[in-house]
């Protein structure tokens, strides 16, 4: 009797582990389907399904997509780590600077692409923020690209494209993966408000009274209505004659008190200043406001032609975070067609028509 009593409870053991394996299978067989449909969309469907084996067989869209951004990241640092390893072989120091813009590229990639992980951690928020999440992965993608027109010398120019090559893969997969979260939260009947999806913040929708887009901070829009008023007080004042704390804007922005709270206001007088400005990551939340864009110059002069890499030409560059501008303008001095040719090639985008006789 007591033995038929084991065999008894034995068979129902191996009964309810065939059962919970069969719903194991099942559900693997489940989630295969539904990564071979959510990867259909994208332009490396192959490693699109690798990338997403990482997600263990899980049905879940939230690890799906985690699956898809640490993916890139893991790329993106065997990217760095080879752009660091090839620097030592740069023979000139145009090249140099290469990889040192590499570097930081690399950094703001990472960056970008550990803002969008964090936001998968609430789907209601990622629902909602899916264009600035697309933003920042196509921003990913801009960096890889911007390391490599910097590298000239052919061998090295060849490995770190070669090196690249997944990461930019893996990079757009991820940009289609969130631009179809629709149909993915619909296909594993996530219950999210879809009518939410998407969130450009355009000035001329959602403004309050005084005009100031409801989405920047009530803190800021009463800062800009107190600056409007002619009431606002900064903590340093630039200005060309010495009558305020710096004479040019980066002696300011230097000055700039280490792990300051809150929002750090240079008030920059009338003139032009003859600068190229860099609001580097260290300096956040800065608000910076002239006398107008035709009184408070500020122009650049660097340039590609001069040894200068094309990305650290630019005359105002705002890295750090929260960063405002107001009644500022900027212009380069040497921003002409003639440059452009001479110092790299066409820049196709800028906005400047091509003229025929020039190659590009």
Known sequence: MRNKAVLGALSAVLLVAGVIGAAGDDSLVASSKSVTAICASTDYTDLCERTLSAANGSASPKEIIQASFMAAIKEIEAASHLSNNMSSSATDSMNKDAFNICRRLFEDANEELQAALWETHDLDGLARRTDDIKCWLSAVISYQQTCLD????????????DGLVTASQVTS??????????????????????????????????????????????????????????????????????????????????????????????????????????????????????????????????????????????????????????????????????????????????????LGGFKY
């Open 150 to 161: 910097g590298i000239t010398q052919p061998d090295l120019h060849s490995t770190m494209k």
């Open 173 to 354: 997969n991820a940009i289609a993966i969130v631009d179809g979260l629709s149909s993915l939260f619909n296909d594993f009947k996530v219950p999210i408000n879809l009518t939410n999806i998407g969130s450009r913040r355009l000035l001329s929708h959602g403004t309050d009274g005084k005009g100031y887009p409801t989405w920047v901070s009530a803190h800021d829009r009463k800062l800009l209505a107190v600056h409007s008023r002619g009431e606002l007080k900064p903590n340093m004042v630039v200005a060309q004659d010495g009558s305020g704390d710096y004479k040019t804007i980066n002696a300011a922005l230097n000055a700039m008190p280490k792990e300051y709270t809150g929002r750090y206001v240079i008030y920059v007088k009338a003139g032009t200043y003859k600068e190229n400005v860099i609001v580097t990551k260290d300096k956040v939340n800065v608000f910076m406001y002239g006398d107008g864009a035709r009184k408070t110059v500020v122009t650049g002069s660097k340039n590609n032609v001069d040894g200068v890499q094309t990305m650290d030409t630019a005359t105002f560059a705002a890295e750090g975070q929260g960063f405002i501008g107001k009644s500022m303008g900027q212009t380069a001095q040497k921003f002409t067609v003639t440059s452009l040719i001479q110092g790299h090639r066409w820049i196709k985008y800028s906005g400047i028509p091509y």
